[in-house]
């Protein structure tokens, strides 16, 4: 209720941020503020400074990750942390010390080579080493069991105290109000918008954005706001021993994978941690959670694996003694990836939170993003993989998060598998035809949350998940598919596909402002294109369907459910148009019949004329399918003449049965998710989050026809005839590997005449084609045209080894689009 009708609260004062939460992160966020000149800020902490989890924080510097948007994050530490003390006049006790990946078998040397390459192109010292190197750079350790290391000299470590207290220096010299023992007791929202904070004491304070930073207890703190925050605090442990004499000085980050433990020195001392399986879940709201500095009981049944673990690696363990046992709560996410950015449910509400026992290293690069997100509407890097957006309401409940930590704070450190799919916390979401994909054979991954075919079986050999490193045991099942479809028709799941209507007097308007390519088409035609930014950059890639005079259909991809809804909704609210958003996801299943004889397949059911002079490519009309009433739309995401059937769900299994029988005389074949990214790459059809995003043009993404370029007053319109005029610094480019077959993921270094060029940004199996492919960008001279690039010589790196890349001047299946469109 707003803060005038209740008249026991009082208004204290008035600020534009308010951060919750003082901790490493809310300080770190602070800094950057202040940095920026923003000063008019209050960071409430509801005890002391750092009293939460980052007194008790182990101090691990780890600057590479497995992406370059992620290590550009990270790294931004080694480059902040030194130099704070000359800013601030506060040592944050940085030092390098390297680092040491280990390894115990040969899959997880794999994994290494694929990460050192991350360092390799971002200037980086990494290097790949073996059992006897390890042993002369750390002699005390034990190389038992050992096959090779990855040593990262950027490694080190920090006192994560000593860089609150920097942070918080800078902050109040910036004129930026701390304020301790003030807790967070709700919000007040006014038209949909952050409007003020209520304090503990009575007092409101009114403000128009909020950052919630509160850590282990950030999803209490958006619960009070209506705000979903998926992450769930556990007892995590290290213990700090004895000195130990002899030890290495500085004694070097060592990450034990395959046990599960980390080893840090402290002064002569160890500190040796893990991540546990199973973790045991920690109530914030309790009588504990309440308290500062909070210490809890000792397990040592629950650390007993990783000290044994330890006296193996280290076996001056053995004559060391305990000085402390730590065991404090610590927050995890459900996907071990920290939660940033607005919420696609408040506007003005931030978070900053679940940082998976990374948050002081993470408070460099995190701190700055969330300064970004909060003055300049987006962050510096794409950060979608961060993005809190990624989670819908259903992932923040207790339960769920709960779940999840049966594997999610192992899952830091266990191998981390092409396509490995979560066990705990399944069975949330399925569509209405999950009982009948089942019982047709299908092997299910929940890869945005719903559960879909992956692959279906043809025996029970299919059906377990084998995870590798290299080829994978589902391509097999996953070509039979794609090769079937193509020969014949095919079955795929598409209900995920997020589904959202835009009806109402302003529903053109809104999307002729928000769309590049034309909208204003006839009722019935179903529209290519993408929703831009200021920049240019691509927020969502999409098709636009129009219903009716005043009614639009958008459907986009599982994944941007919450962020595209938002982003609609939200530029309808500031335009002040008169338009209702409404997401339809959850009421349709979306059935896509697919392959040169799906038309003949469908015909047969059906009175409505499905011929290619009455029903074009792009066109979408309600047919009667059978029984069924549904809404037919003519396109297609993997190449092949097709057509997505939009039916309600309470009429789904009667679609399913009837498009199944009737397809025993045309050979159907059920086709997973698998089978449909493999033919979405012959084609080179983009995949929003990984080929195209919102730091890439459609320009330098190839989709310029997808843009009217005779239409104005679109966003992104000036930004875009800009760089049209000027000539793109990268270009999309298609590849296929010569003379192997190696397992593409994304972020493989691409080399152009023996220059590092760019990064892969998806790739995988071509299964009608047999080709390995890929997509990324590649740097090249403003304007430079195509043509040139495709004359120049390309490797890839993947897992230490350089393969050849033939570009491809056109996709190698079906250039002219005949199967597509016949």
Not at 26 to 47: K, M, Q, T, W
Request: aromatic residues 8%; proline residues 4%.
């Amino acid at each position: 209720m707003p803060t005038e009708e209740r008249g026991e609260m009082q208004v204290a004062e008035s600020a534009e941020i308010v951060i919750i939460g003082g901790g490493v992160i809310g300080l770190g966020i602070a800094y950057h503020l202040a940095e920026r000149g923003v000063s008019d800020v209050v960071l409430i902490e509801r005890n002391q400074l750092t009293s939460g989890t980052s007194w008790h924080a182990a101090g691990i510097v780890g600057p590479l990750r497995a992406s370059l948007n992620l290590t550009h994050l990270a790294r931004y530490a080694m480059e902040l942390f030194p130099a704070l003390e000359e800013k601030t006049g506060q040592s944050s006790g940085y030092q390098r010390t390297g680092g040491l990946w280990l390894a115990r078998n040969e899959d997880r040397m794999v994994e290494l080579r694929r990460i050192a390459h991350m360092g390799e192109v971002t200037g980086m010292h990494v290097e790949m080493i073996g059992p006897s190197t390890i042993a002369e750079r750390v002699p005390s350790l034990s190389v038992d069991g050992l096959v090779g290391a990855l040593w990262v000299a950027e490694d080190g470590q920090a006192n994560p105290v000593d860089i609150c207290a920097a942070y918080a220096k800078r902050a109040r010299s910036a004129g930026i109000r701390i304020r301790e023992n003030v807790g967070c007791a709700g919000f007040d929202i006014e038209n949909g918008r952050v409007a003020g904070v209520r304090l503990t004491t009575g007092e409101t304070i009114r403000c128009g954005k909020v950052i919630n930073a509160a850590g282990a207890w950030a999803r209490d703190v958006g619960a009070l706001a209506g705000v979903p925050v998926p992450l769930q605090a556990v007892e995590h442990m290290y213990v700090v021993t004895e000195a130990i004499p002899g030890l290495e000085q500085p004694f070097p980050i060592v990450r034990d994978l395959d046990e599960g433990v980390y080893i840090k020195g402290d002064s002569g001392k160890l500190v040796l941690g893990g991540f546990e399986p199973d973790a045991k879940l920690f109530q914030t709201k309790s009588v504990q959670g309440e308290q500062p500095f909070l210490e809890l009981p000792e397990d040592w049944e629950q650390f007993e694996p990783f000290m044994t673990a330890g006296l193996n690696l280290v076996p001056k363990l053995a004559d060391a003694g305990i000085r402390h046992f730590m065991n404090g709560p610590e927050s995890f996410t459900p996907d071990t990836r920290p939660l940033m950015g607005e919420s696609p449910y408040l506007r003005g509400f931030y978070v900053a939170a679940g940082f998976n026992s990374t948050g002081m290293m993470s408070s460099a690069g995190a701190g700055r993003a969330i300064a970004e997100w909060v003055l300049d509407g987006e962050p510096a890097l794409d950060l979608w993989a961060l993005d809190i957006a990624r989670f819908d309401r259903s992932a923040g409940s207790k339960y769920f998060a709960g779940k999840r930590m049966e594997e999610s704070v192992a899952d830091l450190f266990r191998m981390h598998w092409p396509y490995k799919q979560a066990k705990a916390g399944r069975d949330v979401r399925r569509s209405a035809f999950h009982r009948q994909f089942a019982e047709m054979g299908a092997v299910f991954g929940a890869p945005t949350g719903w559960e879909r075919p992956l692959w279906f079986a043809a025996d029970e050999t299919e059906r377990d998940f084998r995870y590798a490193m290299g080829e994978q045991h589902w391509w097999a099942a996953a070509a039979r598919e794609a090769k079937a479809m193509a020969a014949g028709v095919g079955l795929f799941e598409l209900s995920p596909f997020t589904k959202v209507d835009v009806q109402g007097r302003d529903a053109l308007a809104l999307l002729d402002y928000l769309c590049a390519n034309r909208i204003d088409v006839p009722e019935g035609k179903a529209v290519y294109t993408q929703m831009l930014n200021a920049h240019g950059g691509i927020e969502a890639d999409i098709t636009v369907t129009r219903f009716g005079e005043r009614h639009f259909r958008v459907t986009s991809g599982a994944a941007t459910r919450q962020k595209d809804v938002a982003w609609i909704a939200r530029h309808a609210e500031d335009r002040g148009l008169e338009v209702i958003v409404s997401d339809v996801t959850s009421s349709e299943a979306v059935l896509a019949v697919m392959g040169p004889q799906a038309r003949a397949l469908l015909q047969s059911l059906t009175d409505d004329d499905l011929s290619d002079a009455a029903f074009p490519f792009s066109t979408s009309r309600r047919i009667d399918i059978g029984m069924v009433n549904l809404r037919a739309t003519r396109v297609s995401f993997v190449g092949e003449l097709g057509f997505e059937l939009y039916v309600a769900n309470e009429f789904a299994e009667q679609l399913l049965s009837t498009v199944t029988e009737a397809g025993k005389a045309y050979g159907l074949v059920a086709c997973g998710h698998y089978a449909l990214d493999g033919c979405r790459l012959e084609k080179g059809y983009r995949h929003w989050g990984h080929d195209i995003g919102p730091k890439e043009t459609p320009l330098e993404a190839g989709l310029g026809f997808a843009v009217a370029w005779k239409k104005s007053g679109f966003l992104g319109e000036e930004a875009l005839r800009r760089q049209k005029a000027e000539g793109v610094t990268k270009r999309l480019m298609h590849f296929a590997v010569e003379g192997a077959n190696p397992l593409l993921l994304h972020d493989e270094p691409i080399y152009r005449d023996g220059r590092f060029a760019g990064l892969t940004t998806s790739g995988g199996q071509g299964f009608r084609t047999g080709l390995a492919l890929c997509l990324g960008y590649i740097a090249c001279a403003p304007g430079e045209p195509r043509e040139a690039l495709l004359t120049s010589t390309y490797e890839i790196a993947i897992a230490g080894q350089r393969h050849h890349l033939r570009p491809l001047a056109e996709v190698p299946y079906d250039a002219a689009g005949t199967r597509l469109r016949s």
